[in-house]
């Protein structure tokens, strides 16, 4: 098993890691070796996968909206 000593984490990381820790009911040193083994799995993002299937859901929307009613929307509540 290899040990990692990780210095110099602000103090409000280390608080945020803490309650994530508590949360998920693991010691804090647990739950920072699942957070790191999650960052470094994780999949590559399809980006023009997603891209496509945005145009096409926004092309067969029947109301299209301008970038000023959606900002009217968003401060109106309606986001």
Same mark, same amino acid.
């Given at each position: 098993?290899?040990? @990692?000593?990780? =210095?110099?984490?602000? =103090?409000?990381?280390?608080?945020? @890691?803490?309650?994530?820790a508590?949360?998920? +009911?693991?010691? @804090?040193?647990?739950e920072?070796?699942?957070? @790191?083994?999650?960052?470094? *799995? !994780?999949?590559?993002?399809?980006?023009? +996968?997603?891209?496509?299937?945005?145009? &096409?859901? *926004? &092309?067969?929307?029947? /109301?299209?909206?301008?970038?000023?009613?959606? !900002?009217? /929307? =968003?401060?109106?509540?309606? &986001?």
């Amino acid at each position: 098993m290899i040990t @990692l000593t990780i =210095k110099g984490i602000s =103090k409000a990381a280390h608080r945020e @890691l803490k309650k994530r820790a508590a949360t998920h +009911g693991r010691s @804090l040193n647990t739950e920072a070796i699942a957070v @790191l083994e999650a960052s470094v *799995r !994780s999949t590559p993002v399809d980006v023009e +996968g997603v891209l496509r299937r945005a145009r &096409a859901a *926004r &092309a067969a929307m029947k /109301f299209m909206a301008t970038d000023a009613e959606i !900002s009217r /929307f =968003k401060r109106e509540g309606r &986001a």
